[in-house]
């Protein structure tokens, strides 16, 4: 059981954006942007790699909404999901940050010296 999972219960109270049947968005504790959302399925799986792409669908469209009920869509934002070690992922259930509210920038993110860095 994941912190996510605690969230989706109960268990840890969470400052909540929107949340449907299936899906729920809440503020991300350590805010890496202006705005910077979570947003997961209520069932689990661990990561991207590992979810049923029949929900990606209805996942999407909840996305969408999120990010036009944060003002993030005329403006723009950034999706991003970290799978697995390397990239990154600390909470293995699948989620997605929202960043938006400033320009945020894309610098390399990995040391130029790291083995297969392109
Ligand atoms: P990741 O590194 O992609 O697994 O991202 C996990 C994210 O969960 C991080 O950005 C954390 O700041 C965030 N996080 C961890 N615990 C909580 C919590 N209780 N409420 C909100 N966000 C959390």
Known sequence: MTIFSKIISGEIPCNKVYEDEQFLAFHD?????????????????????????????????????VATLMG??????????NNGSDGGQEVLHLHFHLLGGAKLSWNHLADANSKNFI
């Open 29 to 65: 504790i350590n805010p890496k942007a202006p705005i910077h959302i979570l947003i997961i399925p209520k069932k689990e799986y661990k990561n991207f790699q590992e979810v049923d792409p029949a929900i990606m669908g209805d996942m999407t469209r909840f996305i969408q909404h």
């Open 72 to 81: 993030l869509d005329e403006n723009g934002y950034r999706l991003i999901t």
